[in-house]
């Protein structure tokens, strides 16, 4: 074989590998489906929409897949093909019974085939409304429920791990519905911020047939700002006593003038005024005496009556302080609105 021959050949082979080779996003094979059903080139399309149905492509998540499968019932519908439309259109279903036909849309036809795959296929789901906050025990959760056929749905909160239901609550429905919780639990309490599971079981009231799904989700709550309580500084109050320092200095006054009295005599009489020392005497005497007096009286009265005053009228605003504080919290948290997060898709 040539060397131009083997050229070719390679060449051809390269382009017949590229498209197995290059996977197209699912994403983008699902948007050129929905464009040839809307083209009415249904073949084409039922061939695309396969492809992002497949279980080898698992690069297609949940919704792509919905989404594919609601065309694909859709395009065997208007292909006169009755039971491939059903069972896609029931697949549909059992994935995301929250999934509709829109009039605007789709013919009355694909509808009908719609209505009678919801007849044949019983399931119930669960999601959380947009606006997902709400004020507990004053309405009603913000979760919505479908059922594909009346039906009696029982639904419980617990903790993930715990047996025992904080809160269970049932109710007959048929379609989407909106359940009676109020999101408190069995005492009339709000729920803790933290992660619970609810179970929710739907009996079919027409051939007892039932389905089950579990919602993982948080709680949390929105509300105004809180409030930091005060800190009492002791830094802010007078001081209630006298320093002891006020009465060792009368003390020591005392002394010096008793002290002072004796040696002034002494001094300026050489020894010589016997009278004037015996008076010096007397009056040392009642000096140091008055000076022990005052010691021992701010000794034992040492406190300020005025600053004890006024420190107990500051510990007194700085608790009232804080008990005003409190209670606008307190409001604030009552005025709280519960959101609820999804942290998972539904486990059936």
Known sequence: MSLARI????MSLTVLARPATAQRAPGEVLS?????????QLERAVVLLREVTSPSNTAATTSERVQAMKYLGAAFSLLGQRDSAVAYFRRMLERDPFMDLDPAVFTAQERQLFALARQRTFVVGVRALSDTGFVPGQGRVSLRFVTTQHARVLASVRRPG????LATFRWTAEGASVSPWDGLDQKGERLPVGRYQLDVTATATADSASDTVAFRFDVGYDHEPLEDTLTFDPRSLLPERRPP???????AAGIALASFAIAVPTVIGHGDLDGTRKHAVVMAGVTASG????FLMLRRGSGIPANILENARRREEHVRQNRDIRARNAVRLAAARMVITPTGGDSR
């Open 162 to 165: 715990d047996t025992e239901p």
């Open 291 to 294: 000076g022990i007096a005052s």
């Open 245 to 251: 320092s006020i009465a060792r200095s009368q003390l």
């Open 32 to 40: 050129r489906g929905v464009i040839l059903y809307e083209e009415l």
């Open 7 to 10: 050229a070719v050949v390679a």
